[in-house]
Every structure is written in structure tokens, then in C-alpha cells.
């Protein structure tokens, strides 16, 4: 077996004792016994002096790494190809680079440049499309309740959602080794047609959250008013001393025969700017809901079976 090596090779040598072994040769020490003091080989010790009488100096020599293949202006370029376009991928972005260059750029480099300037690839968020009219009512509509504390206790939000059993939004992982990608272990499997689900109708409020009802095929005003208002609705806000229904501007919520109904029962209703799901806090328990479904898929096939 092979003796190990001691571990002061491998240590850098400290400016105090490139010193010392300089100090020491001007004495007339030899190598060999310079190097037993400072506990360093007879290499290193020689190495220090040549270049002690050689350059007048004992400084380590920096690294020497390869040059790089982008210049600044370069760098600087990249960074405004992708912040222009952020979609851009980096494979796209170095064949850019080499059509202008005439020099090989990876898209590995690519993304060390976009690293370095603090970008970074990231799954884009979903939403809908927004006008300026539908920000600009969105906007107006959190400035009129931005002073609301209390009030935020009395409001019941309610929403509609498809709970799908092949459903895959990309929070699902597997763990699998390079060049496994195929592996159909390792695939996601989705249905080209509908996919089997149920749509549910839910509604929570500070404390207390009405039943959860099953919408069996196409809801309409008549069918939400006489299934979901009368049936839950009423009951649930009646258990209440105070209550503000909120409702999303969805084609049955805003029929004439709806509105009458609210009226007709003394509902205060909250007003909803459109397009902004992401203003009520039931779309958080609707997500929970679906990492609970796609971990539980026996129970939501047995759900839909009855």
C-alpha cells in the first residue's frame, strides 16, 4: 500500500513563511534544511527562491484560466436578446451569437452569461389575459376596500371548479437517471379527449365553509339557483349574522332571474371586477384541493362513480 501523503504538500505556502525560506537562503541554509524548518519539500523551497532571485518577489502567481469566448459587449448582448424576448431559449440565443461572431458560443455558455447577470429559466405563471380596462377596474377595485379589515370577515367567496382525475399542471416529479426520459415509467401520461372529472361548487367565509356540491352536467341560472342558492346557499347564510356574497361574473351569475333572487332574499352581493380569479382566496383552497385529488385518485374515482 502506498504511503499517504502528507497533507502540508498540498497546502498553499503563507507569505510568512515565503519570507522565512528567503531569510533562511540568505543565511546560507540549504534547501533541504530550509525545508525541514518551514516543513515544506525541497521543491517548493526552490521554486520560492529561483523566482525570489529571478523576479524580486514571492506573491503566488494568480490562475491562469482559458480565455473567454464572449467579450463584455457580447455578454451585455445576450442578456438583451433574452430580456427582449423571454421566451428565447439558450440554443437560440448562442446560434445568434455565432452567426454574428463567426465563433463557437454553447448554449451552456449561454446560460452562465444569463446566470451571471441574475436571470434565471423559471416555469412562467398562467393567467389570463388582461386588457388596460380590465387592470385599470382591478386596480379601482382593490383601492376602494384597501382600508377593509373587519369587513373581510363577513364576505362568503364562492366558484365553480373541474376536479380532473388526468390532470398534470407540472408539480408532479420523478426521479430518474439521464437518457431515462422515455422510460415509460417515467412518463406523464395524458388523454387526448375529455378527461373523466366532476365540476363542484364550494363557498368559504372567515370561519366556516358551506357543503361541497357536486354540478352534475351543464350549469344554468335556473338549475344554480334551484341546486346551489336554495339548497345551500340560504341555509349557510342564515347560520350567519352578517354576510357579503362574492361571486365571479360568470354567464349564470349575472342573468336577470339571478339578480332577482338576491334581491328578493336581501343578499348583499359584492361587486367583482372581471377576470380577476386570482383576487379570491378560494382559488388556494381549489389548488389544494387538486394536489389532495391527484395523491387520492382511488377516492376521486369512487367520488365519481356515485
Given at each position: 500500500?502506498?504511503?499517504?501523503?502528507?497533507?502540508?504538500?498540498?497546502?498553499?505556502?503563507?507569505?510568512?513563511?515565503?519570507?522565512?525560506?528567503?531569510?533562511?537562503?540568505?543565511?546560507?541554509l540549504?534547501?533541504?534544511?530550509?525545508?525541514?524548518?518551514?516543513?515544506?519539500?525541497?521543491?517548493?523551497?526552490?521554486?520560492?527562491?529561483?523566482?525570489?532571485?529571478?523576479?524580486?518577489?514571492?506573491?503566488?502567481?494568480?490562475?491562469?484560466?482559458?480565455?473567454?469566448?464572449?467579450?463584455?459587449?457580447?455578454?451585455?448582448?445576450?442578456?438583451?436578446?433574452?430580456?427582449?424576448d423571454?421566451?428565447?431559449?439558450?440554443?437560440?440565443?448562442?446560434?445568434?451569437?455565432?452567426?454574428?461572431?463567426?465563433h463557437?458560443v454553447?448554449?451552456?455558455?449561454?446560460?452562465?452569461?444569463?446566470?451571471?447577470?441574475?436571470?434565471?429559466?423559471?416555469?412562467?405563471?398562467?393567467?389570463?389575459?388582461?386588457?388596460q380596462?380590465?387592470?385599470?377596474?382591478?386596480?379601482?377595485?382593490?383601492?376602494?376596500?384597501?382600508?377593509?379589515?373587519?369587513?373581510?370577515?363577513?364576505?362568503?367567496?364562492?366558484?365553480?371548479?373541474?376536479?380532473?382525475?388526468?390532470?398534470?399542471?407540472?408539480?408532479?416529479?420523478?426521479?430518474?437517471?439521464?437518457?431515462?426520459?422515455?422510460?415509460?415509467?417515467?412518463v406523464?401520461?395524458?388523454?387526448?379527449?375529455p378527461?373523466?372529472?366532476?365540476?363542484?361548487?364550494?363557498?368559504?367565509?372567515?370561519?366556516?365553509?358551506?357543503?361541497?356540491?357536486?354540478?352534475?352536467?351543464?350549469?344554468?341560472?335556473?338549475?344554480?339557483?334551484?341546486?346551489?342558492?336554495?339548497?345551500?346557499?340560504?341555509?349557510?347564510?342564515?347560520?350567519?349574522?352578517?354576510?357579503?356574497?362574492?361571486?365571479?361574473?360568470?354567464?349564470?351569475?349575472?342573468?336577470?332571474?339571478?339578480?332577482?333572487?338576491?334581491?328578493?332574499?336581501?343578499?348583499?352581493?359584492?361587486?367583482?371586477?372581471?377576470?380577476?380569479?386570482?383576487?379570491?382566496?378560494?382559488?388556494?383552497?381549489?389548488?389544494?384541493?387538486?394536489?389532495?385529488?391527484?395523491?387520492?385518485?382511488?377516492?376521486?374515482?369512487?367520488?365519481?362513480?356515485?
Amino acid at each position: 500500500m502506498c504511503r499517504r501523503k502528507q497533507r502540508s504538500v498540498f497546502d498553499q505556502v503563507s507569505e510568512f513563511d515565503r519570507e522565512r525560506i528567503v531569510a533562511y537562503r540568505d543565511c546560507g541554509l540549504s534547501f533541504r534544511e530550509i525545508g525541514s524548518r518551514v516543513g515544506r519539500n525541497q521543491t517548493t523551497v526552490m521554486r520560492i527562491c529561483d523566482r525570489w532571485m529571478h523576479e524580486g518577489t514571492t506573491d503566488r502567481r494568480g490562475r491562469s484560466h482559458p480565455p473567454q469566448c464572449t467579450t463584455s459587449r457580447e455578454d451585455k448582448q445576450i442578456v438583451r436578446m433574452a430580456v427582449t424576448d423571454l421566451s428565447l431559449t439558450s440554443r437560440t440565443i448562442a446560434q445568434h451569437i455565432e452567426s454574428v461572431t463567426h465563433h463557437s458560443v454553447s448554449a451552456r455558455t449561454i446560460r452562465h452569461r444569463l446566470q451571471h447577470s441574475g436571470l434565471s429559466a423559471k416555469r412562467p405563471m398562467v393567467g389570463l389575459p388582461l386588457t388596460q380596462n380590465h387592470r385599470r377596474l382591478c386596480c379601482q377595485w382593490c383601492d376602494e376596500r384597501r382600508m377593509w379589515a373587519a369587513e373581510w370577515n363577513e364576505v362568503v367567496f364562492t366558484d365553480e371548479s373541474c376536479i380532473c382525475l388526468q390532470h398534470h399542471d407540472g408539480r408532479i416529479r420523478v426521479w430518474r437517471h439521464r437518457r431515462e426520459r422515455m422510460l415509460n415509467s417515467c412518463v406523464m401520461h395524458r388523454h387526448t379527449g375529455p378527461a373523466p372529472g366532476i365540476i363542484v361548487w364550494d363557498g368559504i367565509g372567515c370561519h366556516s365553509h358551506t357543503p361541497l356540491v357536486r354540478i352534475a352536467g351543464t350549469l344554468n341560472s335556473q338549475r344554480y339557483i334551484s341546486e346551489v342558492l336554495e339548497s345551500v346557499v340560504l341555509p349557510y347564510l342564515q347560520g350567519l349574522a352578517t354576510a357579503i356574497f362574492q361571486q365571479d361574473n360568470a354567464r349564470p351569475h349575472v342573468a336577470r332571474i339571478f339578480q332577482r333572487f338576491f334581491v328578493n332574499h336581501q343578499i348583499e352581493l359584492l361587486p367583482w371586477s372581471a377576470r380577476s380569479p386570482n383576487l379570491s382566496p378560494i382559488e388556494n383552497m381549489w389548488s389544494i384541493l387538486d394536489v389532495f385529488t391527484m395523491a387520492s385518485s382511488v377516492f376521486l374515482k369512487n367520488f365519481i362513480k356515485r
